[in-house]
T-cell receptor, first 109, second 120 residues
Framework: GQNIDQPTEMTATEGAIVQINCTYQ??????LFWYQQHAGEAPTFLSY??LDGLEEKGRFSSFLSRSKGYSYLLLKELQMKDSASYLC??????????WGAGTKLIIKP | GAVVSQHPSWVICKSGTSVKIECRSL??????MFWYRQFPKQSLMLMAT?????????EQGVEKDKFLINHASLTLSTLTVTSAHPEDSSFYIC????????????????FGPGTRLTVL
């Protein structure tokens, strides 16, 4: 079966750095997406990785290792507004998105 | 760019009535649109995938006669919840994708703001 694993919840301090991991087992791979979802709102696109390596976009970076079936989202200089759920999703061989359950990130002052 | 709107943003209806939710891609043509449902503190659950001009593909366990999907144009898809019941109360979210598929950033799904449905 297809499976996406990410931690249920993480806590970090304002101004610090946090890494949210995602491991996946899917039938085929056509890219991995990270989305941010604030409570009561729809997800917003953060990043896309299809090749191995690190993609940096401001305070957020996303890393992919296809051989290990592993990705992480790195958030630097954390702000209170970063408190949200972070969803990892993999596009499989049928170009369908397989969604992880999301990681709830709690930022403390 | 890549803006998706959804209307209404919230709706309260009586049990047994039907509710229509619209999803529009405002600045791009969406060859494929997706409808999701999300219960509190749970992840997104894909209900169906619709391609413009063809019948929607429903996920296992989703009743196609209850959740009617129409993707009549490249910018509009509608979801109608027929004979709604309290257990249909949920957050319904649509997303749109601009290409027919492929390992590319253009396969990104962009989400509408969601519709919160409460059935009394």
């Amino acid at each position: 079966g297809q499976n996406i694993d990410q931690p249920t919840e993480m806590t970090a301090t304002e101004g610090a750095i946090v890494q949210i991991n995602c491991t996946y087992q899917t039938s085929g791979f056509n890219g991995l997406f990270w989305y941010q979802q604030h409570a009561g709102e729809a997800p917003t696109f953060l990043s896309y990785n299809v090749l191995d390596g690190l993609e940096e976009k401001g305070r957020f970076s996303s890393f992919l290792s296809r051989s290990k079936g592993y990705s992480y989202l790195l958030l630097k200089e954390l702000q209170m507004k970063d408190s949200a759920s972070y969803l990892c999703a993999v596009m499989d061989s049928n170009y369908q998105l397989i969604w992880g359950a999301g990681t709830k990130l709690i930022i403390k002052p | 760019g890549a803006v998706v709107s959804q209307h209404p943003s919230w709706v309260i209806c009586k049990s047994g009535t039907s509710v229509k939710i619209e999803c529009r891609s405002l600045d791009f043509q969406a060859t494929t649109m997706f409808w999701y449902r999300q219960f509190p503190k749970q992840s997104l659950m894909l209900m169906a995938t619709s391609n413009e001009g063809s019948k929607a593909t429903y996920e296992q366990g989703v009743e196609k006669d209850k959740f009617l999907i129409n993707h009549a144009s490249l910018t509009l898809s509608t979801l109608t919840v027929t004979s709604a019941h309290p257990e249909d109360s949920s957050f319904y979210i649509c997303s749109a994708r601009g290409t027919s598929g492929g390992p590319s950033i253009t396969d990104t799904q962009y989400f509408g703001p969601g519709t919160r449905l409460t059935v009394l």
